[in-house]
């Protein structure tokens, strides 16, 4: 079975600041990995994915995050948030084979403020 | 493209009441889920359908709870009786499973609808 942590509920963050936050994942086997976000009375959008192939994926919006497999982690990270960055967002993984079954961490609420 | 569509948005109703939540799925997708989030628990997925049939209900909490897919363009997912505990976000998503399903190195992406509030008093 996998699960994922995420430790921090809440990170506040000043504008144009960078931030990072983190994700660690336990699985006996191969997973792929995942970054949702949620915006306030949304549906999750997937932000970026790692499946294979080069370890650091980046989103449209200036997000990236690098897989660590030794450290079994994903975090995201953006050297400069805006104010419309605050958001919910969720680490997730799935087997990379069978039913890809997504697991959720708990999400982490990014706090962009002025 | 509409995206997944929920209805209703919100939900009050008292326990004990039948409640149903509807979900249209994204025109051409063949798999649907339905999840359920709270603070306590986070995203849990509840039940998973692919070509209208249901793959995975382990994660449905109780026989309270049931979902249906009778076609291709349309789920429910229904809670009788409901309790104040069912109090939660449903989101349906929708996925396209394609012929190389199961293959390495291959995803099919899940979108999300906006979700249904539901509050039991």
């Known amino acids: 079975a996998q699960s994922v942590t995420q430790l921090d509920s809440q990170v506040p963050v000043f504008e144009e600041a960078p931030v990072e936050l983190r994700c660690n994942y336990s699985?006996?086997?191969?997973?792929?990995l995942f970054w949702y976000v949620q915006y306030p009375n949304q549906g999750l959008q997937l932000l970026l994915k790692?499946?294979?192939?080069?370890?650091l994926v980046e989103s449209i919006n200036g997000f990236e995050a690098e897989f660590n497999k030794s450290q079994t982690s994903f975090h995201l990270r953006k050297p400069s948030v805006h104010i419309s960055d605050t958001a919910e967002y969720f680490c997730?993984?799935?087997?990379?084979?069978?039913?890809?079954?997504?697991?959720f961490g708990t999400g982490t609420r990014l706090l962009v403020s002025p | 493209d509409a995206g997944v569509i929920q209805s209703p948005r919100h939900e009050v109703t008292e326990m004990g009441q039948e409640v149903t939540l509807r979900c249209k799925p994204i025109?051409?997708?063949?798999?649907l889920f339905w999840y359920r989030q709270t603070m306590m628990r986070g995203l849990e997925l509840l039940i998973y359908?692919?070509?209208?049939?249901?793959?995975?209900d382990s994660g449905m909490p109780e026989d309270r709870f049931s979902a249906k897919m009778p076609n291709a363009s349309f789920s429910t997912l229904k809670i009788q009786p409901s309790e104040p505990r069912d109090s939660a976000v449903y989101f349906c998503?929708?996925?396209?499973?394609?012929?190389?399903?199961?293959?390495?190195?291959?995803?099919?992406?899940?979108?999300f609808g906006p979700g249904t509030r539901l509050t039991v008093l």
């Open positions: 998503a929708s996925s396209f499973r394609s012929p190389s399903f199961g293959q390495r190195r291959s995803y099919n992406e899940q979108f």
């Open positions: 699985s006996s086997v191969s997973v792929y």
């Open positions: 790692y499946l294979s192939g080069s370890t």
């Open positions: 997730a993984v799935c087997m990379n084979t069978g039913f890809q079954k997504l697991v």
């Open positions: 025109s051409g997708h063949n798999s």
């Open positions: 359908f692919n070509n209208n049939v249901p793959i995975d």
